[in-house]
């Protein structure tokens, strides 16, 4: 096999090279790639394979002497008699077995449940901590009501088991329509809750010391289990050799990327940043083509070109920041429609660039051997505890301790969402299950514990709120407060988790938040679902603030780094 080396990268696209050769170059290129990919895919399926089992060898029989009888007909020896076979009426009494409830709960049950109830029935260490006492990452009442039903079960009196869907009543009849139906109903919620204990219980895994949970209130805390199938199933695959991958792969190799170097995640994660900005691209990049043509650029293309940039939701100031380098581009010389687009992508590559570099920090990434505290903020259902979960899945997947502080203790259902999200991820949740607990007492909790277990990472979760709210603003301070005072040294980031489709509005949610939390930096979401894209630009200009990293999807691992040079090629891919 030829080495990763032999194929050289093609010219990147914003060089000047003549179309043809390039375009044969990184199509060569993207093949090789492709070949690598694919050899690396199935040397992993074939290494995932389990090795079939060696039958065990059985010697051959000697060859019979002359006038010897066949193997057949000669008389079985003492060692090859054949073991006498018990006989079906045979039926043990002693040792004595369950009582008859036991019996018939578990004739009834299904062999999962059945092994659940084996498995719930086991002791459990005495010397393990609180949290280790709790099985699984359900929830407590689960768990409760399936221990009761399994001692029920196993009472030496005819009591009933908890009903189980099978066997459900059906409701009574002579009841009028609307009491049929709220019969029915109550009959269905009694089957779903039934079902949800009985899976939950049965799928749970043993804790780990590394996934234990915290709470802070004293009550029976609820451990993550380890990664379930949905986080391992994520795993992206190679799929077919079309316009999408030479695109991603010419799109690493114009940054210098090598065949060695590609990974299928990325190539992967490029094919879903272009699919997510089709909305914007659509109406972006249609209208930019139609305005040049085949024609050299001039003022009165610009002007047009003016409404199409405010169209995507730019931003006036970076608007007209590159209206003013094209315009000085053209009185240098005639500028043909290819080089027009080059030319502008260097200009939103620029303005996208200017936060980072003036932040220090090319990249966000947690400081190794240190604390690092990184708190979501931002409004109300712009998506910050998915994206801290999908945080966490990326940086466990890098090879970082995390921990999971549970501190948007307003919401219904926040801590279940964010204990879920620790469970997918394998990270643990510090959480205060009660109603309306203090957020900066969690915090203070969940800095202790990473301090006591050397955490690298501590991603904090927060309420959602409205720049205008003082009081909620002034609890975000007090947050902060509280990390400064118990983590002087720690690497403190304060990320605003912005929706795209908010357009002009998350810009001023950005230079509100600016002021008042002391933001760090911005995690761009749901770019798939929008055609307003070009906020991102408006953000990184106007509010000054870097973007770090972006959602283009639904999937725990639809959440990367932030890379201008990928997003300006996805949002004007031709």
């Given at each position: 096999m030829e080495p990763a080396t032999a194929a050289p990268a093609p010219s990147p696209s914003g060089s000047p090279a003549s179309g043809p050769s390039v375009d044969q170059d990184a199509l060569e290129w993207a093949r090789q790639a492709y070949a690598r990919l694919k050899a690396q895919q199935q040397a992993a399926a074939a290494a995932a394979e389990p090795a079939p089992a060696q039958p065990a060898a059985v010697p051959a029989p000697p060859a019979p002497e002359p006038g010897a009888l066949p193997a057949s007909a000669a008389p079985p020896t003492p060692e090859q008699a054949p073991p006498p076979q018990p006989l079906p009426e045979q039926v043990p009494t002693e040792p004595p077995g369950p009582s008859a409830a036991s019996v018939d709960v578990a004739q009834e049950l299904p062999p999962q449940e059945s092994s659940a109830r084996a498995s719930a029935t086991t002791p459990i260490d005495a010397g393990g901590s609180a949290t280790a006492s709790s099985a699984s990452a359900s929830a407590p009442s689960a768990s409760a009501s399936f221990e009761e039903s399994d001692v029920a079960a196993s009472s030496p009196d005819n009591s009933p088991s908890a009903p189980s869907p099978q066997a459900s009543p059906a409701p009574a009849a002579g009841l009028s329509l609307l009491e049929q139906a709220a019969a029915q109903r109550r009959q269905r919620q009694q089957e779903l809750i039934a079902s949800a204990e009985l899976a939950d219980t049965g799928s749970a895994p043993a804790p780990s010391e590394t996934s234990t949970s915290t709470s802070t209130s004293g009550s029976p805390a609820v451990a993550p289990a380890q990664p379930s199938p949905q986080a391992d199933a994520a795993e992206p695959s190679l799929g077919a050799f079309d316009d999408t991958f030479t695109w991603s792969a010419e799109v690493l190799a114009a940054q210098g990327r090598q065949l060695?170097?590609?990974?299928?995640?990325?190539?992967?994660?490029?094919?879903?940043?272009?699919?997510?900005?089709?909305?914007?691209?659509?109406?972006?990049?249609?209208?930019?083509l139609d305005r040049l043509g085949d024609d050299p650029l001039t003022p009165e293309v610009l002007d047009d070109f003016e409404t199409t940039l405010l169209r995507a939701d730019v931003g006036v100031q970076a608007t007209d920041q590159v209206l003013e380098a094209l315009r000085q581009r053209l009185n240098e010389e005639v500028v043909d429609p290819a080089e027009g687009i080059r030319f502008l992508k260097e200009q939103l590559r620029?303005?996208?660039?200017?936060?980072?570099?003036?932040?220090?920090?090319?990249?966000?990434?947690?400081?190794?051997?240190?604390?690092?505290?990184?708190?979501?903020?931002?409004?109300?259902?712009?998506?910050?505890?998915?994206?801290?979960?999908?945080?966490?899945?990326?940086?466990?997947?890098?090879?970082?301790?995390?921990?999971?502080?549970?501190?948007?203790?307003?919401?219904?259902?926040?801590?279940?969402?964010?204990?879920?999200?620790?469970?997918?991820?394998?990270?643990?949740?510090?959480?205060?299950?009660?109603?309306?607990?203090?957020?900066?007492?969690?915090?203070?909790?969940?800095?202790?514990?990473?301090?006591?277990?050397?955490?690298?990472?501590?991603?904090?979760?927060?309420?959602?709120?409205?720049?205008?709210?003082?009081?909620?603003?002034?609890?975000?301070?007090?947050?902060?407060?509280?990390?400064?005072?118990?983590?002087?040294?720690?690497?403190?980031?304060?990320?605003?988790?912005?929706?795209?489709?908010?357009?002009?509005?998350?810009?001023?949610q950005a230079m509100a938040f600016a002021k008042a939390a002391g933001?760090?930096?911005?995690?761009?979401?749901?770019?798939?679902?929008?055609?307003?894209?070009?906020?991102?630009?408006?953000?990184?200009h106007e509010a000054g603030l870097p973007i770090r990293f972006i959602g283009a999807g639904e999937g725990i691992r639809d959440l990367r780094p932030f890379n201008s040079f990928e997003f300006v090629e996805a949002l004007l891919a031709v």
């Open positions: 060695d170097d590609i990974s299928l995640e990325e190539i992967d994660w490029l094919g879903r940043l272009r699919r997510g900005l089709e909305k914007t691209r659509r109406g972006f990049v249609t209208q930019l620029g303005l996208l660039d200017e936060p980072i570099t003036a932040s220090g920090v090319p990249l966000l990434a947690p400081e190794r051997e240190r604390l690092n505290v990184w708190l979501m903020v931002g409004v109300n259902g712009v998506g910050k505890t998915t994206t801290l979960g999908k945080l966490a899945n990326l940086a466990v997947r890098s090879g970082y301790s995390c921990l999971i502080a549970a501190a948007d203790t307003f919401r219904a259902a926040a801590v279940q969402q964010v204990q879920i999200w620790g469970e997918r991820s394998g990270v643990a949740v510090i959480a205060n299950p009660s109603a309306n607990a203090d957020p900066a007492a969690v915090v203070y909790d969940a800095i202790g514990a990473a301090q006591s277990k050397g955490t690298e990472l501590v991603l904090v979760d927060t309420a959602g709120r409205l720049q205008t709210k003082h009081n909620l603003m002034e609890e975000l301070a007090k947050v902060r407060r509280i990390i400064d005072k118990l983590a002087p040294d720690a690497a403190v980031e304060s990320l605003l988790v912005l929706d795209a489709s908010q357009g002009q509005n998350g810009l001023r933001l760090t930096g911005v995690v761009l979401t749901k770019l798939d679902g929008s055609a307003r894209g070009g906020v991102a630009i408006a953000v990184a």
